[in-house]
């Protein structure tokens, strides 16, 4: 058993509810998805979250294919507007003529298969439109942040041809830091009087957002966020370095359908991508992304292997040797880790 499977089929014993599919011809699923039909790319997408045999396969036949769309995270507290925002996002990019994506994921709701989020953004006018894929996700498996899957389905639909992505989830837990690490540009939402600003600064929001949408601008206390959000991004961090990029606030009444604020927004979100090609930061951003990818992967292999060693012979004779004294349990780890 190489490390690869050992791991999809641990994730796949988990869900067993889904066994038995027949196999999936990969090679014409990217082909398909790369001719943008939908199924090919929910079935892809299917591939990824189960961990499914395939996922290996998926992975390599969409490696070529990928690395050209780019990737917006829209994180914040329930509520806020998240998929309003998104709605009208995906709105003002199919009319620039952008193909889009939607990955929504609920880190909130392990169970729920994060159906919610996406529904909302379903059921607002883009059911039919062939430019945009819809998808929501759970965060199965992963305690508080973003679906360990959420990079593979980046993938599925970067090579489907998605000139930008969109990921949206509630800012619990890690979830806004694990959305930064994806985003090539992260929006940080917040709503007047809920005193997003205060809290986002303890939750190091701050330090994640490239751009902060000020979202109900229509109610009462907009202008008293905006004046608090540059009060706090004043008071330094990264931001305040020269050479560093400062998030723009910019004020969205996202549940009007026009004069709301979301071109605005995305003029800042291309000013953002401009600056992260010419600084070297953009690819500096997706090396890391890489880079935590891998590391993810082959932690969760080793955690693989080492369920394998629980209860064995090498490891009690390790433990016996630590209660003797003969060794200390870190030079023990060392042996054992050495062996898997
Ligand atoms: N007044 C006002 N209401 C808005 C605006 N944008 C969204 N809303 C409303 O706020 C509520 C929540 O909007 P959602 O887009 O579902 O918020 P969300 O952040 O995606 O929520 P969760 O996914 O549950 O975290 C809905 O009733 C929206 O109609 C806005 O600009 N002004
Ligand atoms: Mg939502």
């Given at each position: 058993v190489t490390e690869g499977t050992a791991v999809q089929q641990s994730a796949t014993a988990a869900r067993s509810g889904r066994r038995g599919r027949r196999a999936a011809d990969v090679p014409a699923l990217v082909e398909g998805a790369r001719a943008g039909e939908a199924r090919a790319v929910a079935r892809l997408i299917s591939l990824?979250?189960?961990?499914s045999p395939a996922l290996r396969e998926v992975a390599a036949a969409l490696a070529p294919h990928t690395g050209s769309a780019q990737v917006l995270g829209l994180t914040g507290s329930p509520g806020v507007g998240k998929s309003t925002t998104t709605t009208a996002l995906v709105r003002a990019l199919r009319a620039q003529g952008k193909r889009v994506g939607v990955l929504a994921v609920d880190p909130s709701s392990p169970f729920s298969g994060g159906a919610l989020l996406g529904d909302r953004v379903r059921m607002q006018d883009h059911a039919g439109d062939p430019g945009v894929y819809i998808r929501s996700m759970a965060s199965r498996g992963h305690l508080?942040?973003?679906?360990?899957?959420?990079?593979?389905?980046?993938r599925v639909l970067d090579a489907a041809g998605c000139d930008v992505v969109?990921?949206?989830t509630v800012g619990v837990g890690q979830s806004e830091l694990e959305i930064a690490s994806l985003a090539d540009t992260t929006l940080v939402l917040v709503a007047p009087g809920m005193g997003d600003g205060i809290q986002a600064a303890k939750a190091g929001i701050l330090e994640v957002a490239d751009v902060f949408v000020v979202n109900k601008?229509?109610?009462?206390?907009?202008?008293?966020?905006?004046?608090?959000?540059?009060?706090?991004?004043?008071?330094?961090?990264?931001?305040?370095?020269?050479?560093?990029?400062?998030?723009?606030?910019?004020?969205?009444?996202?549940?009007?359908?026009?004069?709301?604020?979301?071109?605005?927004?995305?003029?800042?979100?291309?000013?953002?991508?401009?600056?992260l090609g010419s600084t070297g930061e953009g690819h500096?951003?997706?090396?890391?992304?890489?880079?935590?990818?891998?590391?993810?992967?082959?932690?969760?292999?080793?955690?693989?292997?080492?369920?394998?060693v629980h209860?064995?012979?090498?490891?009690?004779?390790?433990?016996?040797?630590?209660v003797a004294g003969g060794t200390d349990p870190y030079r023990a780890a060392d042996e054992l880790v050495a062996s898997l």
């Open positions: 990824v979250e189960d961990a508080g942040g973003l679906s360990w899957a959420t990079p593979q389905a980046l969109l990921v949206e601008a229509d109610r009462d206390g907009a202008d008293q966020t905006v004046r608090d959000l540059r009060y706090m991004l004043s008071l330094g961090g990264r931001h305040s370095e020269p050479g560093h990029w400062r998030p723009p606030i910019v004020k969205t009444v996202a549940a009007r359908e026009t004069d709301n604020g979301v071109d605005e927004v995305l003029e800042k979100v291309a000013a953002h991508r401009e600056w500096r951003r997706r090396t890391e992304r890489a880079a935590r990818e891998i590391e993810a992967i082959a932690l969760a292999a080793l955690r693989e292997r080492m369920g394998d209860g064995s012979a090498a490891l009690g004779t390790l433990a016996e040797q630590v």
